[in-house]
């Protein structure tokens, strides 16, 4: 195949994923009376209006991105993002009004996170529980535990429906680039991301979680402990769900409410995010992003044309949905190639 032809064949499913996405918020658009046009306007580039939004939201997006799409990788389907999240931030709260500083609490976030995905990975491959079913319970485990956490133990007594606040000392400040005020959990998460997208891609690690993906014969053949690769992926994806939890409470939130919103939906929509990033590091980038910029163009069509949240919530979600269908479409079908020899 030549150069040209990789490129176009790379970029038909991201132009593809995006038309749809259009297509379908425009048709929602119309439907609820918005200027179809207008509308999408003001859903597509919203960033400069609420620009914290969009640094925060992306920074923890990427994360749970990235722990949906390594597992992925090598044939797992990894739903436990959303309950290691809150292990994470939970782990950091303590760990911050107990010691404070802000790289203790961090390493234990993300040991903590991998010590859940190693458990799910072992479950997966010693006892042979389907990961899907594992991390679901798992999930529940964790929401029930943090939920007594930060109720009976950690309620600030002057504000009790939310915990005590973290010390100053460990809080991730900002930085000025290009005038805006960027929280340096941003460039945490993109620095995360480029080194994962260079182990995968660069060694030797990386190419044994790519080839378990592709075909558990030729990894075999090559010497890859197919086993060991799957139980690793889950414990990466754990630790960046549990660095996920400690970003967003140190550089953002600093105290938790007793009814998680604080935390809740990052880890499932770390599902959309590496769909609709192709699984890739780099495209995880990209798709953390752009979600993150689809809420703030929520937030501002629901102010400037005056229309409930959950409007504003169908057009975002419809956008998502559309794009997300495309792109696992073409995933899956490179898949079914790559395992019925139809290269």
Do not use: C
């Amino acid at each position: 195949m030549s150069l040209t032809s990789r490129i176009a064949s790379t970029m038909i499913n991201p132009l593809l994923a995006i038309a749809a996405g259009v297509a379908v918020s425009l048709v929602v658009f119309a439907i609820a009376g918005i200027p179809p046009l207008g509308g999408l306007k003001t859903l597509l580039f919203s960033f400069g209006v609420y620009p914290e939004i969009v640094f925060v939201r992306a920074s923890v997006l990427i994360l749970t991105g990235l722990a949906f799409a390594i597992p992925l990788r090598v044939g797992l389907f990894n739903i436990g993002a959303e309950g290691i999240l809150y292990a994470g931030a939970i782990t950091s709260l303590v760990v911050a009004l107990t010691l404070g500083g802000i790289a203790v609490p961090m390493a234990a976030s993300v040991i903590v996170g991998i010590t859940v995905g190693l458990i799910v990975g072992i479950l997966k491959e010693k006892a042979g529980i389907n990961e899907v079913v594992s991390t679901i319970m798992i999930n529940w485990i964790i929401y029930w535990s943090s939920l007594y956490i930060v109720t009976a133990l950690l309620a600030d007594p002057t504000y009790p429906q939310l915990t005590r606040e973290i010390p100053s000392s460990s809080r991730i400040g900002s930085v000025e680039l290009a005038g805006y005020s960027v929280p340096l959990i941003l460039l945490i998460s993109l620095a995360t991301s480029i080194a994962i997208w260079m182990v995968m891609y660069y060694t030797y690690l990386g190419l044994s979680f790519r080839v378990a993906g592709s075909s558990e014969k030729a990894a075999v053949s090559r010497g890859v402990n197919v086993s060991r690769v799957r139980i690793a992926s889950l414990a990466v994806a754990g630790g960046l769900s549990g660095l996920a939890g400690s970003l967003l409470l140190l550089g953002h939130a600093g105290a938790i409410d007793t009814l998680l919103s604080t935390l809740r939906g990052y880890g499932f929509e770390g599902i959309g995010v590496a769909l609709v990033g192709g699984n890739h590091p780099l495209g995880v980038i990209a798709a953390g992003l752009f979600f993150a910029d689809l809420v703030a163009g929520s937030e501002t069509i629901q102010r400037i044309y005056d229309i409930p949240p959950e409007m504003a919530d169908l057009v975002t979600g419809a956008m998502i949905v559309a794009i997300a269908a495309v792109r696992s479409m073409g995933y899956i079908i490179s898949v079914i190639r790559v395992r019925m020899g139809w290269m």
